[in-house]
């Protein structure tokens, strides 16, 4: 499984923390996304990476702040978060423009706020 | 707004039997995609099977088809022969086929294997 790698796998962080998440994906994708999974509901869309360009925010608290710099990075930056942040970050990548585009996706990094 | 609706939170099967898992979805959209993917227990989320909305036909993928129903919207996925490594959460996935930064999941239905 080294398609879409994440670092790091689990992370406990006090709310006055910052912290980063990083994924790398080996695939030669040109779009890359971060997901939160919570216990029980739909995986949630944090943010979409299209040819390094941020195209989708989808109203996430200005406390994760992404960056890709370039098209087989990203980063979720994390600072003063709160407890109900704790899930399971995914980061996925895909091929824009070909078909059905299928997402792949890393391993995750659980994150738990304290 | 797109949405995706898996109304059995947890399933379970006989090893070497069939199970089916239902997924159904709103849109006013013509085009467009559906997945399922697996997550197995401490694993990755891998897609198991896909189907193109254009396509009448059900996808298949050795143990694993779909039933597509475009007109009642709907998109079951069935394993045949169930093994012990198929038992994971199950998500059904829409995505738009001109939207591709626009994945909606289900909420998941965890398969329990029983030997």
């Known amino acids: 499984e080294t398609g879409v790698t994440q670092t790091p796998r689990h992370l406990v962080m006090g709310m006055t923390n910052k912290k980063s998440l990083k994924c790398e994906q080996h695939l030669g994708h040109n779009a890359m996304y971060w997901y939160k999974q919570s216990a029980k509901k739909p995986l949630e869309l944090m943010f979409v990476?299209?040819?390094?360009?941020?195209?989708e925010n989808n109203s996430v608290p200005s406390r994760f702040s992404p960056e890709c710099p370039n098209s087989s990075h990203l980063f979720l930056h994390l600072h003063t978060l709160q407890p109900e942040d704790s899930a399971l970050y995914l980061c996925?990548?895909?091929?824009?423009?070909?078909?059905?585009?299928?997402?792949?996706f890393g391993p995750g990094t659980r994150l738990t706020v304290l | 707004a797109q949405t995706v609706t898996q109304s059995q939170p947890e399933m379970s099967v006989q090893e070497a039997e069939t199970v089916t898992l239902s997924c159904t979805y709103d849109t006013s959209e013509s085009d467009y995609y559906l997945f399922w993917y697996k997550q197995p227990p401490s694993r990755q989320m891998i897609l198991v099977i896909r189907q193109e909305a254009y396509k009448q036909q059900n996808a298949t993928e050795n143990r694993f088809s779909v039933n597509f129903q475009k007109a009642a919207k709907s998109f079951s996925l069935k394993i045949s022969d169930s093994q012990l490594g198929d038992a994971a959460m199950y998500f059904c996935a829409y995505r738009q086929t001109y939207n591709n930064n626009d994945m909606r999941f289900g909420a998941g239905t965890r398969l329990t294997v029983k030997p």
């Open positions: 990476y299209s040819l390094e360009e941020r195209v």
């Open positions: 996925a990548s895909s091929q824009d423009g070909e078909g059905a585009d299928t997402q792949y």
